[in-house]
């Protein structure tokens, strides 16, 4: 299995654009998890899928993120309109049977919004 | 208020010594707490998970331990190689919480010098 995926790798965008970050989870994994990281923050979860349902959204920031899973395979994470304090890391990760079992990380999307 | 604190923040060491990272919880009820492994640039790794029940898990060089009465855990890294140079980051979990049910740690920063 090619692991998780997600696309671009890295996004420089102006303030005020749409940002559309993608993920694809492993094949068979249940659960899909979207992260932040920032150095000031470090590590926070934003929101997660159980096949493909939303379960738990109280991490996204505010109303400018929204997260879908219109498949198995298939995940996206938008930002409208993005701001200068989105900038960050957005991790993807994906688990089989709960959020408590190990997620295995995809390589990121590196976001500036300039 | 769930919370994961994490000390170092930063650490350097010479190659082939050993290093313990620690982390401090406050998390309740507790379910697991895991260790990841988090190279520059890169998704995290999971390095090793323990329930309330478990004092210690091994990884080849990475041994964790669990103490559940003080709520800390300590991740012993023996013999450190060049490639240990990474952010560990602690993860404690609870089970059942109808809110976020991952508090994360902001990692210790680990750089090992020849």
């Known amino acids: 299995d090619a692991g998780v995926i997600q696309s671009p790798r890295h996004e420089v965008t102006e303030m005020g654009q749409e940002v559309t970050l993608r993920c694809k989870p492993i094949?068979?994994?249940?659960?899909l998890f979207w992260y932040r990281q920032t150095m000031m923050r470090g590590l926070e979860l934003l929101i997660y899928?159980?096949?493909?349902?939303?379960?738990?959204d109280s991490g996204m920031p505010e109303d400018r993120f929204s997260a879908k899973m219109p498949n198995a395979s298939f995940s996206t994470l938008k930002i409208q309109p993005s701001e200068p304090r989105d900038s960050a890391v957005y991790f993807c990760?994906?688990?089989?049977?709960?959020?408590?079992?190990?997620?295995?990380f995809g390589p990121g999307t590196r976001l500036l919004v300039l | 208020k769930n919370q994961v604190e994490q000390s170092p923040q930063s650490l350097i060491i010479l190659e082939g010594k050993n290093c313990t990272l620690q982390c401090n919880y406050t998390v309740s009820p507790f379910s697991n707490l895991r260790w990841y492994k988090q190279d520059t640039g890169r998704g995290p790794v999971s390095l090793t998970i323990?329930?309330?029940?478990?004092n210690t898990k091994s990884n080849g060089r990475y041994t964790a331990t669990l103490d559940a009465d003080t709520k800390q855990s300590s991740l012993h890294i023996t013999a450190s190689q060049l490639s240990d140079s990474a952010s560990y980051i602690c993860v404690v979990s609870v089970r059942g919480n109808a809110g976020n049910m991952l508090t994360f740690g902001g990692g210790t920063r680990l750089m090992v010098k020849p």
């Open positions: 990760a994906s688990s089989f049977l709960g959020v408590w079992e190990t997620q295995y």
């Open positions: 094949s068979g994994h249940d659960y």
């Open positions: 323990m329930t309330f029940s478990e």
């Open positions: 899928f159980n096949n493909n349902v939303p379960i738990d």
